[in-house]
């Protein structure tokens, strides 16, 4: 499924998408993420098998300026379980790009596309330090439910395994509650 939406931002010239293979390499921005090369190539991956999402957001011209995945399945189900928890990593606009509006309607976009794939819930993790991308979650109704310590390993564009310790806060947020009904057989 490929998902294209138009912002009225900059003119309205960004699309928001889902990203296709030949899109790989822009997610690299220049070579400033070349080292989530494979990581990236695994999450394309992952969404030809339906178990991940990769929105960008697109300016003619200039190509990729903004990034969200979203994960559907993990093997840690408080993060995403496939029918109801789904999990947003990697949500980054390009500096230049920022205070525009661009984060807010792809976060808007993504949160659309799991309520209608029936998700409820919205996990993310946001840095310690990086108060500035917490306001923006906290503006749009995610809570911060735990303390993460941050710590993962991916193997960069060498097939080094690497190590990253970044501290942060896990946030979800409600986006759709499912009806509990009963029905007794008398």
């Known amino acids: ?17 889902t990203a296709s293979g030949s899109d790989l390499p822009a997610l690299e921005w220049n070579g400033e993420y070349s080292h989530f090369r494979l990581l ?5 991956h992952s969404s030809l098998r ?8 697109d300016l003619p011209g200039i190509g990729v300026i903004g990034q969200l995945f979203v994960q559907l399945t993990s093997g840690r189900e408080e993060l995403a379980d496939g029918s109801h928890r789904a999990y947003i990593y990697g949500f980054r606009v390009q500096t230049y790009y920022r205070g525009q509006g661009i984060g807010t309607q792809m976060l808007a976009i993504a949160e659309a596309d799991l309520r ?9 993790n946001v840095a310690r330090d990086n108060q500035q991308a917490r306001q923006l979650y906290e503006r749009h109704g ?6 993460e310590p941050g710590r ?13 310790i970044e501290p942060a806060w896990r946030m979800e947020k409600v986006i ?9 057989l008398d």
Do not use: C, H
């Not at 499924?1 to 998408?17: C, D, E, H, K, S």
């Not at 990236?40 to 394309?44: K, L, S």
């Not at 509650?177 to 009963?182: A, G, P, Q, W």
């Open 1 to 17: 499924m490929v998902a294209i939406y138009n912002l009225l931002p900059l003119a309205g010239q960004i699309t928001i998408r």
């Open 40 to 44: 990236y190539q695994d999450i394309y």
């Open 142 to 147: 995610y809570r911060v439910v735990s303390a």
């Open 116 to 124: 209608q794939r029936g998700y409820g819930i919205v996990s993310l």
């Open 176 to 184: 759709s509650v499912k009806e509990n009904v009963s029905v007794w």
């Open 152 to 164: 993962w390993t991916y193997l960069d564009e060498f097939g080094n395994r690497r190590q990253v």
């Open 50 to 57: 339906g178990e991940a999402i990769m929105w960008l957001a």
